[in-house]
Structures are given as C-alpha cells and as structure tokens.
C-alpha cells in the first residue's frame, strides 16, 4: 500500500473551501481538542517549567539541562507503540475499549507522575534524586498517552476529517502548554515564590494543580466513545501470545536499564580519559561517553530481545509483523532516499530544542521576573507560535513543504543569532518581546511544515507505528544534546552558546537538499515503472 503523501506543489485537498463551520462544534473536534490539552500539559512540566523550578531552588545550571532527558521518553515511544496498539488491558479493556483503557491507565499514570514531582523538593539531595525518578516516570507516562492519543485520532473519522481533527488537537495541544508554562509561573509567584526567596511548598501546590487540570482529559476519556479499529492480525489474538510478547519486551527494557546504570562509572571514566588524555572539550566528551552509553545499552537490550524470541519464549512472526514490517516498509518505498530523509527528521529541530532547554533558565539570568516570562515567552509566545502556523500551514499550500521546510531551517538559525543580542541587553523587556516573537514565528511556521511533512511519509498500513518512529526520532538526538547545554554556557557563556546552537543548524539546509533530491528521482522512477509494467 503507498503512503500518504502531500502533492509537491502543496495542492488543495479539496474539503477545505466548502468546509461547514458548524464541523468545528461536532463531538469529535471537541474531544482532540480536549485530549490536546491534556497531551500539552505535561511535557514544560518536565522542561522549561521544571528548569526554571530547579534554579529557583538553588540547583547548579548544568545539572538543571540534565533533567531535559526525561523528556526522552517521548524519543523512544516508538519501542512500546505496539504494545499498547496490540495488548489488550485486563479489566478495562473489556469495560472501555483497547484505546480508552490505555488512555485512562496513561492519564492517571501522569497525575501520578506530577503529584510525585510535587511531592519532591530538589533542594535537598534526596528531593532532587525523587525528582529525577518523577520526571522520567512523567515522561514515559506522557508519551504513552500521546501514542493512544495519536492512534485514536486516526481511527475515530476518515481521512477528510483528520486535518479538522489535527487542527483541534493542536489547538488544545498549545493550551496545555499555556496551562503548564505560563499557568504554572503565575501559580508559583501568586503562592509566594520568587528568585530571591525560594518557596518550596509555593511549587509544591503549582504542580498539584497541574495535576488537577489532567482532570480536563480524564473527563474526556469517558466521555468519548471507543473508535472503531481495523482488524488485527491472527497473530495477535491468543492471551498467551500477548503475555508472552509483553515478557519480552519487559526483559528487554529491565537489560537496558541495567546496564545502562550499570555503565554509570565506566561513562565517567571514559569522559575523563578523552579530557585528559585527549585534551578534548568537557561537554563534547560528556556527550560522546553518554551517547556511547546509550548506544551501547540498546545494542544489548536488542540482542537480548533478539535471543528471547530465538528461544521461543515470544513468536517470531508477531516480532515481524510489529518491528520489522513497518521498518521494510518503509524502505522500500523510499530505496535510497531513506538515508537523507532519516538523517532530515533526526536533526531539523535540533537547533531548536538545544536552544529550547535552556532558554528559561536564561531569561531567569538575564534577570526577568517570572511574571514576565509567563506573560511574553508563554502568553505571547503561544499566539506567535500558532500564527506561525497558521502562516506556515498557508505558504505550504501555495509553494509546497519543501520550500517552506527550508525557510524554516533558514528562519531558525537567524533567530538563534537574535538571542546573542538578548544576552548583551540584560532586562530589556521590548527587546525580549522582539526576539520571542520572532522565534516563536519562526516555530510555528517550521512546525507546520515538518509535521506534514512526516505525515507525508507514513504507509496507511502503518500509519502509527512508522509515525511513532518518525516522531521519536526528530528529538533523540537534539534532547540528548540539550541536555548538555548548562554546561556549555558554563564553559563559553550565553553568546557563544547561542552562536554554536545556530551554526549547528546549518547542516539542517543540505539534508533538506539532499533529501528532496533523492526522494523526488525516487517518486520518477516508481512512476515510471507502473507506466511501463
């Protein structure tokens, strides 16, 4: 089956013009808008919001960026997507359906995860460590709700509603985040924390009512009913199959996080030796030895998984069927071209995210109050960032992604610069008003283009799989990155910093090139062949 794809001079879908407003009031646009909300909570609560939480709490600006790797949860979802697409949840499985069990298991798994990182002070050692273990159980928690969230979206109406559909999710999806970001800032200043004058128990009642808000999409979920789903294959429908496929997967995450925190020492000492006796640069070879880390932990909890299903203990064939069949898929249709486009959605968003996670701990330096950084970087931002969009979503339309993914790759590296002179203005509220509103237009406008982009590249046969791999790995790699961004500015400072974060989207415009290249000689060719076979 081929995959979706956009027409390259970004042609209309013909549903647009004669579009009934009164379809933005049906049940289902309001549910994804509400699920969105829920979707876009937790993620700044384990990101800027939490950073900015960590530093008024006293925490060294290096290990404040470590916590963005909790985030990686969403990096990695792809791993457990079939689960949840293939597993059925004993005892409300049968009562709610396969994907409003997981929702709500997701749902409450995440006011879990906030209620513990409400419960954790990071200024003392023991808070912090309870901390880290909240925010990696809240990532894991949050990605598996997108995956259901993801996978209902596309099964609950046909594909002429799904732009309406993914409209609204958007919509909601960016509220969240105003909830979370700014919300959560204003919250914590009206509780009686400031800069100067840290207040544990101010945060502590902030991230309780975040908590409370994921009541929006707890609501929601029982209030929708149960999408109607494609048949499953025949593989998938003994109770032993399941448990055995879940035991799998379950060896196979416990041999990662073993040796993963068992390598803690041989990580550290790998990073002294390049610094040493290399000569080479603290946060390069903090980056290497982790990466190396991690690499070197999935290789093993592959080949694990790997010998389990070679000595029986899950089915071969249902392995295929979830791993490596959208996988194959996907290469085959794109041969060559695969390699640039992989490479395209590993890094486009890298100068942005490494950027990302560490810009409210730099507001927080440049000496704005929280109350400014709701009110220009969330507020304002939020509204910049969806009319970026709005004009991303309209120049795609008119001269096709690409162009509008290299304008955004363009755009991004321009307004990193723009952060260089943030830095040499300390406190200067219209300059800071200046360079978000440019960035956050710049945000949405990429966005726009790369998520439809993406969705080009998916087969219908397995759209939430492959969409699951393609999503996770557009940040792997940048958040691994970014977590290392507190100590680079410790070591070059913010200009140099930020002047390094835009050189390294550069790379970003020949992917674009490349990639677009190979895969149009790509589509001539399989056009070729179906006119001559």
Known sequence: MTGRRLPADGGDSGSGASLDLRAFLQPRVAALLFLGF???????????????????????????????????????????????????LPVLGPRLGQRRSWLLTAQVAVMASIAALAMSDPGTPAGLTAMAFAAVALGFSAATQD????????????????????????????????????????????FGTEADHYVYDAWKWTYLCMAGAMLVGVVTTFLVGEPVRRDLASDFHGAGDYARFFGVFA???????????GLSDAADAVHAWAVEGLGMHGALAGFLAEAGRLT???????????????????????????????????????????????????????????????????????GYSKEEIATVTKVFGLWMTILGGFLGAALALKYGVVRVLMLGAVLTVATNLLFIALAAAPGDLLLLYAVIGADNLTAGLASAAFVAYLSSLTSLSFTAMQYAVLSSLMTL????????????????????????????????????VWAARLQGRRE??????RATG
């Not at 950027?355 to 440049?366: E, K």
């Not at 990155?481 to 930020?498: A, E, I, K, N, R």
């Not at 001539?524 to 062949?529: F, I, Q, R, Y």
């Open 477 to 512: 790699f940048p958040k691994l990155l970014g977590g290392y961004s507190g100590q680079m500015v410790d070591t070059f400072g913010y200009p140099m910093f930020f002047l390094g974060a835009a050189a390294i989207g550069v790379p970003v415009f020949l992917l674009i």
């Open 147 to 190: 995956i259901v969230i993801d996978a209902y979206r596309i099964e609950v109406a046909d594909e002429k509603m799904q732009a309406l559909l993914a409209s609204a999710y958007v919509a909601g999806y960016r509220g969240g985040m105003l909830v979370a970001g700014a919300g959560a800032l204003y919250l914590a200043a009206g």
């Open 251 to 261: 060896i196979m995450a416990a041999s990662f996080v073993a040796l993963f925190l």
């Open 38 to 88: 829920s979707s876009g909570l937790p993620l700044l609560l384990i990101f800027a919001t939490l950073s900015l939480w960590l530093r008024e709490a006293g925490v060294e600006r290096a290990a404040v960026t470590y916590f963005s790797w909790a985030a990686l949860g969403y990096s990695f979802k792809f791993v457990w997507a079939p689960l949840i697409d293939k597993l059925p």
């Open 524 to 529: 001539g060719e399989t056009t070729a062949a």
């Open 296 to 366: 070197l932990a999935l290789g093993v909890a592959l080949a694990v998984a790997r010998a389990c299903v070679g000595a029986g203990i899950a089915r071969a064939e249902m392995v295929r069927e979830t791993y490596v069949a959208p996988v194959l898929d996907f290469l085959r249709r794109y041969g060559r071209a695969a390699v640039p486009i992989l490479l395209l959605v590993g890094f486009y968003r890298v100068s942005d995210i490494v950027l990302g996670a560490i810009a409210n701990v730099f507001y927080f330096d440049m």
